[in-house]
């Protein structure tokens, strides 16, 4: 009898050190790929501090070897780069985009997900075919049409293709809206109210977490653009955040790293005042997601 409670006792003191080894691997591997993730976005703050010759230099170095601030001063007094206007620039394509595009998104997610509409399975499906085709393939011919209409060097090649809407905010809000139940649509109908009415007042009101969810995904994704601003815009002072501090090369010119570095520095203040203001917002597009659909 005590040779069974010692062997249950040993066993037990085996899956309690198992559990506790188990637990601590999975702490060091969450550390350790934390510090990965980390290290660059802190190597680029502290690097903004150094001289173009400390940052420049072959034999590494984490912290500054001299601190100084003149390259946050150079990025604001440089004629040549207008990082004033060009976060002006930003902010109006991302006003522009988002509020009329979203609009759009929601009005015409609603009229998939509750209008009596001839073949609208198959439009949904044809819309959600343009995802698959790349940017890379309508890049020429859409430049070619700007470039046409005289809007080379504009902000209009931004803010013009979102007007129409974005295709994943439009399926994600017909997923959600189709959860909503059409008695209260039903109900709305019965007082007078006519579609556009039970979109503004019964609707929206009832899918407002869910817009604001992708309107965070989508200023995101338009405040890190490069690719495009950097296909239309050459004059420094129309130039969106992300073109301009990428015309800051310093592979042409190693004076420009640290000042690039503290471009990049402040560019990513917006971000990450947007991510711990609106987690919520994070949490429950993830939670949407898995329930809806």
């Given amino acids: 009898m005590q040779q069974v409670i010692l062997k249950n006792s040993v066993l037990s003191w085996?899956?309690?050190?198992?559990?506790?080894?188990?637990?601590?691997?999975?702490y060091a591997l969450l550390v350790f790929g934390s510090v990965l993730i980390v290290f660059p976005f802190l190597w680029m703050l502290l690097s903004s501090f150094k001289t173009p010759l400390d940052a420049n230099a072959l034999d590494f170095s984490f912290f500054p070897k001299e601190w100084v601030t003149s390259n946050y001063a150079e990025l604001f007094a440089s004629a040549n780069f207008?990082?004033?206007d060009a976060f002006f620039n930003t902010i109006l394509v991302e006003?522009?985009?988002?509020?009329?595009?979203?609009?759009?998104s929601a009005l015409a997610a609603f009229s998939f997900a509750k209008l009596k509409l001839q073949h609208k399975t198959f439009w949904l499906l044809f819309l959600m075919s343009g995802m698959m085709v790349p940017y890379a393939a309508l890049m020429l011919p859409q430049f070619r049409v700007f470039q046409a209409i005289n809007m080379f060097d504009t902000l209009w090649p931004l803010?013009?293709?979102?007007f129409?809407?974005?295709?994943?905010?439009?399926?994600?809000l017909v997923q959600y809206m189709r959860g909503v139940p059409n008695a209260i649509l039903e109900a709305a109908r019965m007082d007078?109210?006519?579609?556009?009415?039970?979109?503004?007042?019964?609707?929206?009101?009832?899918?407002?977490?869910?817009?604001?969810?992708?309107?965070?995904?989508?200023?995101?994704?338009?405040?890190?653009?490069?690719?495009a601003p950097s296909i239309y815009l050459i004059t420094p002072d129309?130039?969106?955040l992300q073109a301009l501090l990428g015309s800051l090369n310093p592979s042409m010119n190693r004076?420009?790293?640290?000042?690039?570095?503290a471009g990049a520095v402040l560019s990513s203040i917006p971000m990450f005042v947007i991510y711990l203001s609106c987690q919520k917002f994070f949490i429950e597009s993830l939670a949407i997601s898995g329930v809806k659909g």
């Fill in 14 to 26: 085996w899956q309690k050190a198992a559990k506790i080894v188990v637990r601590v691997l999975i």
């Fill in 82 to 84: 207008p990082i004033v």
């Fill in 95 to 104: 006003v522009s985009v988002i509020v009329i595009g979203t609009f759009v």
């Fill in 159 to 162: 803010i013009l293709p979102g």
């Fill in 164 to 172: 129409f809407g974005n295709v994943s905010m439009l399926f994600f």
């Fill in 192 to 227: 007078g109210a006519g579609h556009f009415t039970c979109f503004i007042r019964v609707m929206f009101p009832l899918v407002k977490t869910a817009i604001a969810a992708q309107v965070i995904f989508w200023f995101i994704g338009i405040w890190n653009d490069y690719f």
């Fill in 238 to 240: 129309k130039m969106t």
């Fill in 255 to 261: 004076q420009y790293l640290p000042m690039a570095l």
